[in-house]
């Protein structure tokens, strides 16, 4: 644990010891190391390295997709064992079902609500906070990709998820429309109060969304250094602050003298 998390009282998440390798034909690949990590109730923590370092594995290990090969995860806890519905993932795939409109996408974690007024409500309550307002009967393919990421958040959050876990969910958006959904995930995650877990190996997205970023090394993945990213939203990417914390993030991804 660094100083910083061990002084976290009362954590959501709690990482410890998880080292993973996966056997590749007769061999042990490493993928990470010795990884710990407490993640506050309602904080929004990056998980930021380069490709292939182990993020997904870590993200789907804390998520209860893969089993660490030693140590465990716990929220408030409890050990993580396998998925729950109490929490949710964010693909980089479009997850949305093609043949669904934008309602019956965000209402399909509902369906087994008895309360028909209040499954309405709820369903209309995440597409006006995604903005999607007016798309309730449209289809995904009359929707641009950052709309479909929408629908998919919408109905990540309609679920009422405690913690939510995304991977690199915006990579497959052009860069301005990666902008305005960090901007919207921010709004979001203020108005909803969630714990947030979210893997990028983008520099600039992981400082414009994180409380803390957790740069995680090359193969075998461990943690390099937690930054903390201690900014007002919306951030201001042009501040003496913000090229302090991104030259640092460089400097531990062992670029900065590239750029
Ligand atoms: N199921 C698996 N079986 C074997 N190797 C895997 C598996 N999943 C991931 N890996 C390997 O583990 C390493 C880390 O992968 P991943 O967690 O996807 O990295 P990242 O998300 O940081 O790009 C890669 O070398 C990848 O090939
Ligand atoms: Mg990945």
Redesign the pocket.
């Known amino acids: 644990m660094t100083q910083h998390e061990s002084k976290i009282t009362d954590p959501k998440v709690v990482v410890e010891g998880v080292s993973?390798h996966?056997?590749?034909r007769d061999e042990e690949?490493p993928?990470?190391e010795d990884i710990d990590l407490a993640v506050k109730p309602g904080e929004f923590v990056c998980i930021l390295?380069?490709?292939?370092?182990?993020?997904?594995?870590?993200?789907?290990i804390v998520a209860g997709f893969?089993k660490p090969s030693a140590g465990r995860v716990t929220i408030e806890g409890e050990e993580v064992t396998g998925p729950d519905p109490r929490r949710v993932f964010v693909f980089q795939e479009y997850g949305i079902f093609p043949w669904a409109s934008v309602w019956d996408n965000v209402a399909l974690g509902l369906r087994n609500m008895t309360d028909k007024r209040k499954q309405q409500e709820t369903v209309e309550h995440y597409i006006n906070l995604v903005g999607l307002g007016g798309f309730e009967s449209s289809y995904p393919r009359e929707l641009s990709g950052g709309m479909k990421q929408r629908v998919e958040v919408a109905r990540a959050l309609a679920v009422s998820p405690d913690v939510i876990y995304m991977?690199?969910p915006f990579g497959a958006l052009d860069s301005l429309t990666r902008l305005t959904m960090r901007a919207e995930l921010i709004r979001i995650w203020q108005a909803e109060e969630k714990t947030i877990l979210f893997?990028t190996?983008d520099v600039d997205e992981s400082i414009q969304l994180a409380e803390r970023i957790v740069v995680?090394s090359d193969?075998p993945?461990r943690i390099a250094e937690v930054v903390d990213v201690d900014l007002p939203h919306p951030r201001d990417l042009g501040s003496p602050e913000y090229g302090q914390i991104k030259n640092r993030l460089y400097e531990l991804l062992g670029v900065s003298n590239v750029v």
């Open positions: 993973k996966f056997m590749r690949l993928v990470l390295g380069p490709s292939g370092c182990g993020k997904s594995t870590l993200l789907n893969e991977d690199e893997v190996h995680i193969r993945g």
